[in-house]
């Protein structure tokens, strides 16, 4: 089992700025992959960004040149640093551990005012 706690959701005005983390912990696989997915109201869960343990990040379109990953391994805690918030980044966002099985966080609620 893993679980995963999540921090730094809020409300902020466009162009703002945000830091999340989410630190596990439990039974970590060493290889695995962290990351982000969010889902806003009466929409489906859509990916964020995710990052594996070697380092590779991986982006979603949508949030390139705004969002970073960041992960340290040390900690088993992965960060996403977000700028330039639009309010279409409303959402709540889930921290998800993939090592083998898929474990989730329980969601941190963003929401970006205009």
């Known amino acids: 089992q893993v679980q995963l706690v999540e921090s730094g959701g809020g409300l902020v005005q466009a162009g703002g700025s945000l830091r999340l983390s989410c630190a596990a912990s439990?039974?970590?696989?060493?290889?695995?992959?962290m990351g982000w997915y969010r889902q806003a109201p009466g929409k489906q869960r859509e990916l964020v960004a995710t990052m594996s343990s070697g380092g590779s990040p991986n982006y979603a379109d949508y949030v390139k040149g705004r969002f970073t990953i960041s992960r340290d391994n040390a900690k088993n805690t992965v960060y996403l640093q977000m700028n330039n918030l639009k309010p279409e980044d409303t959402a709540v966002y889930y921290c998800?551990?993939?090592?083998?099985?898929?474990?989730w966080g329980q969601g941190t609620q963003v929401t970006v005012s205009s």
């Open positions: 998800n551990f993939r090592g083998g099985v898929d474990y």
């Open positions: 439990g039974s970590i696989f060493r290889i695995n992959v």
